[in-house]
């Protein structure tokens, strides 16, 4: 079993970047799959990367070229690079884990709390 604590959330203009971590407990960190999803009010959750045990990386169309997911696992941390921010990139970030490398929110097994993103013009 692992937990997840989230944090970097906060206010930036457009344009702007932030990083977000995730800190996990647990001796096992470095066998789980990490991935981020972002939460925004009246929409399904959205996936926005994933990073695996080894560091293959995948992201959602709409963060590519702007989003960095990396993972220490000397650490048991997980981040997220987030840069040419934009007002749609607003809502609740969750970092999420699951033994397998996927992208789907509904197959994770284990979540953080979130922490919020917003981005202003």
């Known amino acids: 079993q692992v937990q997840l604590v989230e944090s970097g959330g906060g206010l930036v203009q457009v344009g702007g970047s932030l990083r977000l971590s995730c800190e996990a407990s647990?001796?096992?960190?470095?066998?789980?799959?990490m991935g981020w999803f972002r939460q925004t009010p009246g929409k399904e959750i959205e996936f926005q990367a994933s990073?695996?045990?080894?560091?293959?990386?995948h992201y959602g169309d709409s963060v590519k070229g702007r989003f960095t997911i990396s993972r220490e696992n000397g650490k048991n941390m997980v981040y997220l690079q987030m840069n040419s921010l934009k007002p749609e990139d607003t809502g609740v970030y969750y970092c999420?884990?699951?033994?397998?490398?996927?992208?789907?929110?509904?197959?994770?097994?284990?979540w953080g709390q979130g922490t919020q993103v917003t981005v202003s013009l």
């Open positions: 990073i695996s045990w080894s560091g293959e990386t």
């Open positions: 999420a884990a699951d033994h397998i490398f996927q992208t789907a929110a509904a197959a994770y097994d284990y």
């Open positions: 647990g001796r096992t960190f470095n066998r789980y799959q």
